[in-house]
């Protein structure tokens, strides 16, 4: 079935590095990929989407790749600072099964260290 | 412009008894998703609701119901609590229904069944 996971649970960072969470996704129909930054107490919030026809998006401070031979996306976040502390949602918006949901993975929690 | 407001910010109720939550759109938008998210773990999509109707819902038993409103805003009704209903619910809304709308969402509310 559908599905959206991350590598890894926690990734902690020195503030001014770069920082990249990986995603894996398993529905090769999936129409787009999008990014949600969730800070404590707070809902997630839209950081980026990528359309399956592109490999590369570029934002303020992010970019995500897509791979669709190996069903992998990442967000990398340049100059990481330590307001980007949260956890970062990857997922996966299908139209499949008659619906418009979006299939979230578990989330990968990232830590500024000054 | 107003973003997707929740209310309330936390609910307590005793397992059996009945919860009503509740969310107001972005201005425009006519869609409206409810999500679960359990402690530690992703968001798992709940119910979609579009022009009133309810067009898509996961896996969840049928004491989850909702609906919306002329207005557009939404309804999350739990029947018969369970301990395990404990969980922040989160609201998105989106302008129409294709792929490529972005889902903005709310604040959540915060459910403790005891």
């Known amino acids: 079935g559908e599905s959206v996971g991350l590598h890894l649970p926690t990734l902690s960072v020195q503030e001014g590095d770069n920082s990249i969470i990986n995603c894996a996704y398993s529905?090769?129909?999936?129409?787009?990929f999008i990014w949600y930054k969730q800070e404590s107490g707070k809902g997630p919030q839209f950081i980026i989407d990528?359309?399956?026809?592109?490999d590369k998006r570029q934002g303020q401070r992010v970019t995500v790749l897509l791979n669709k031979t190996v069903k992998h996306l990442s967000l990398q976040i340049a100059a990481t600072q330590p307001g980007d502390s949260a956890v970062y949602f990857c997922?996966?918006?299908?139209?499949?099964?008659?619906?418009?949901?979006?299939?979230f993975g578990t989330g990968t929690q990232l830590k500024v260290e000054l | 412009e107003a973003g997707v407001t929740q209310s309330p910010t936390h609910l307590i109720k005793t397992r059996g008894q009945q919860a009503t939550l509740r969310c107001s759109p972005i201005?425009?938008?006519?869609?409206v998703y409810w999500y679960q998210q359990a402690l530690g773990l992703g968001l798992q999509f709940l119910l979609w609701y579009d022009e009133g109707e309810e067009r898509n819902r996961g896996n969840f038993p049928p004491r989850f119901s909702g609906r919306q409103f002329p207005n557009y805003s939404s309804e999350l009704n739990v029947n018969a609590l369970e301990l395990e209903d404990s969980a922040l619910y989160l609201c998105a809304t989106q302008q129409g229904f294709l792929a490529k709308n972005i889902q903005y969402f709310g604040a959540g509310t915060r459910l403790s069944v005891l």
């Open positions: 529905n090769s129909a999936s129409d787009y």
């Open positions: 997922a996966e918006n299908s139209l499949t099964g008659g619906g418009n949901k979006l299939t």
């Open positions: 990528i359309r399956s026809n592109m």
């Open positions: 201005s425009g938008h006519t869609s």
